[in-house]
């Protein structure tokens, strides 16, 4: 047997010492059993070691044992997360903001506001079993088209509950929604989620997350990504359907109720082509229409508030008494509490709200997204538009300047700046066309890039503008992008963005707006709650300087 000879300087003590830890600890046990170790035993007897020596190895062993930071084990994680749960994704983003808006009436009457933000959106999103997934998310804010909170206005509020306060802040639920994937080439959502569709801000705000279903379709045929989406959503909710006399809760006393909850349906269809590796082309058609539009009146004024069933109008208060000396002057967008009118063509006029910014009616409307996408170098650059027609527009128009005439003509005694217009039937069609370019390894879309925060890798940048014009009876008033152009119809304008990553995580951006009035005849119809007070708006800047944190 081959003896094993040990080199004069080597030491074995610290091995020993390792296996005296293991030994006696059983491995990484911070409570070990302090039985002997026969291997030790085994080196004295052999004469590697001496009795004094190996006393003293179990000595320092027994020391590293009983420090409180070595060789322990990892406590087991506190989190108990469902065998069911395959995959579970913590997401969201931190935002401030610096904010200058101002706009101007046809006057000469302006309004700026100068305010700081913040914002906040997490969430949680993943898959399940059985092809299913889900996702949560809350952000701040309670208005649907937007997530930020000013600073120091909770500090104005009433009752006064000093600086720095807490009260504008909360926090609201942005999507809720659950999703059911069986195959490649379809997907079902229930709830309240992301758009579903291939769409622009110019229709639909990119911070609106619809709620209802969504069905959605692709398959690939050669060099073609075929795709179709429809979307049933539910728009308002005007419970109860049918109350017998006395048990209605929207309409006069001792009256019934008979309603109907409104419905916004979408059906599109679509493809993208791949002509080669870095060269594609994208293109839908989308239909809009709404069911369970059903006009105020007289004995249930209430019931449908916010009067969706009821003629558009989109004018301002011209009337409006403007001071403590007989003057009128351009007034709000639609708000005069109290006020209604019989409309000519039967039903009653959205009581307080007489000069309607939120009518669905006549409405059917066709939109076609598109973009070409190609690489420049190492440069990914896009054109990308839309464009959009409201089929029954000429009827929306029909119906807005004859209800403006019958509230001019039931106030005899009130003066209006502007005088009744004839149906503006043209005015019915929108449209945007724009360019972007920025870092190659981004997906970029409508209300995807780096401008939006989805997506960011250290030293990314992106810089995208688009031309925009929507007409007053062209589109959904309470879909239009909050911020460019101010939720309105009857604007047109320019917009640039320039974004870049500091890190993979961090991202700063600048954003530019201006539009004006197309059309003045008209007001400037839609509502949004930065500048309620001012219809029409003559025209508008907007900047806007964001810091974002991804996680």
């Not at 010492?17 to 080196?43: I, R």
């Not at 308002?236 to 419905?263: H, T």
Request: glycine fraction near 10%; include cysteine.
């Amino acid at each position: 047997m081959r003896r094993i000879k040990i080199h004069p300087k080597f030491s074995l003590k610290p091995f020993l010492v390792l296996l005296a830890v293991f030994a006696g600890g059983k491995g990484w046990c911070v409570e070990p059993s302090y039985s002997n170790d026969p291997l030790l035993d085994l080196f004295i007897k052999k004469g590697y070691v001496s009795q004094a020596e190996a006393d003293k190895v179990k000595a320092e062993a027994d020391a590293l044992r009983t420090n409180d930071v070595s060789y322990t084990m990892p406590k087991q994680s506190i989190w108990d997360i469902s065998d069911n749960i395959q995959k579970l994704q913590l997401y969201g983003d931190v935002r401030v903001r610096y904010e200058n808006r101002t706009a101007k009436d046809p006057a000469g009457g302006g309004i700026d506001l100068y305010r700081l933000r913040y914002a906040l959106r997490f969430g949680l999103r993943g898959e399940l079993l059985d092809s299913f997934y889900y996702g949560f998310r809350v952000d701040t804010g309670a208005n649907p088209r937007s997530p930020w909170i000013t600073m120091g206005s909770s500090s104005s509020s009433s009752p006064y509950q000093g600086p720095f306060g807490k009260s504008s802040a909360g926090l609201a639920v942005g999507q809720i929604y659950l999703g059911w994937h069986p195959t490649t080439w379809f997907d079902f959502t229930l709830g309240k989620m992301p758009n579903p569709l291939y769409t622009t801000p110019m229709v639909w705000d990119s911070d609106i997350n619809p709620e209802g279903a969504a069905e959605r379709f692709k398959y690939t045929v050669g060099n073609a990504d075929l795709f179709a989406n429809f979307g049933q959503f539910a728009y308002g909710d005007l419970n109860p359907d049918w109350a017998d006399k006395g048990l209605g809760i929207n309409g006069l006393p001792g009256l019934g109720q008979n309603n109907e909850n409104i419905f916004m349906f979408a059906e599109q269809a679509g493809f993208n082509f791949h002509f080669t590796t870095n060269i594609s082309a994208k293109i839908a058609a989308t239909l809009y229409s709404y069911t369970g539009l059903k006009r105020t009146s007289q004995y249930d004024q209430s019931s449908l508030s916010p009067y969706f069933g009821d003629p558009y109008i989109g004018e301002g208060a011209y009337y409006y008494y403007g001071g403590s000396s007989q003057g009128y002057g351009l007034g709000n967008s639609g708000y005069s509490p109290g006020t209604s009118f019989n409309l000519p063509t039967g039903g009653y006029g959205s009581l307080s709200f007489p000069f309607n910014q939120v009518g669905l009616n006549h409405l059917m409307v066709v939109e076609v997204p598109f973009e070409f996408d190609f690489k420049i170098k190492k440069v990914a650059a896009r054109v990308f538009g839309d464009v959009a027609y409201n089929l029954d527009g000429a009827q929306r128009a029909r119906d807005a300047a004859a209800a403006y005439s019958q509230i001019l003509s039931q106030n005899p005694t009130l003066v209006a700046i502007n005088h009744p217009f004839s149906a503006q039937t043209d005015d019915v069609k929108a449209y945007q066309i724009g360019f972007g370019i920025g870092s190659s390894d981004l997906v970029y879309g409508p209300t995807q890039g780096l401008v939006y925060g989805s997506g960011a890798h250290k030293h990314d940048w992106e810089f995208r503008m688009y031309w925009q014009h929507v007409e007053q009876y062209a589109l959904d008033p309470n879909l239009l992008d909050s911020d460019f152009f101010e939720g309105r119809e009857n604007l047109e304008g320019i917009y640039f963005a320039l974004a870049y990553a500091f890190t993979d995580n961090v991202i700063g951006t600048v954003r530019y707006g201006y539009a004006s009035r197309i059309n003045d005849t008209l007001g400037t119809g839609g509502s949004n709650q930065d500048l309620p007070q001012m219809n029409p708006i003559n025209h508008i800047d907007l900047l806007q300087v964001d810091a974002t944190i991804r996680f």
